[in-house]
């Protein structure tokens, strides 16, 4: 089983970028599918974006034009560029692989946005 590890958060001011990565244990190139998730305290997880193994992505509505999810199979390796950030980006992110009967969550990175 695959096991991801997040990186990449920290406190940064609003309106500057931030690329979160997801590293995995092993190849990426078969996972079907691998997305970003995060979670803000009392609230549910909610997904972020997704990327399939043949790079097709999808993003949540809101947050389509400052998200872009990418990865890089030759690094195993799954990217979250969010630019112009705001304070409501404040969250754990968590990286998530969907390998189909196995499906494997990172431990989260927290991003905290000042203002």
């Known amino acids: 089983q695959v096991q991801l590890v997040e990186a990449g958060g920290g406190v940064v001011q609003a309106g500057r970028s931030l690329r979160l990565s997801c590293s995995a244990s092993?190849?990426?190139?078969?996972?079907?599918?691998m997305s970003w998730y995060r979670q803000t305290p009392g609230k549910q997880r909610e997904w972020v974006a997704g990327?399939?193994?043949?790079?097709?992505?999808n993003y949540r509505d809101s947050l389509k034009v400052r998200f872009t999810i990418s990865r890089d199979s030759a690094k195993n390796t799954m990217y979250l560029q969010i630019n112009n950030l705001t304070p409501e980006a404040t969250a754990v992110y968590y990286c998530y692989a969907d390998q189909g009967a196995v499906r494997t969550w990172g431990q989260g990175t927290q991003v905290t946005v000042s203002s």
């Open positions: 990327i399939t193994s043949g790079g097709i992505t």
């Open positions: 092993r190849t990426i190139f078969s996972i079907n599918v």
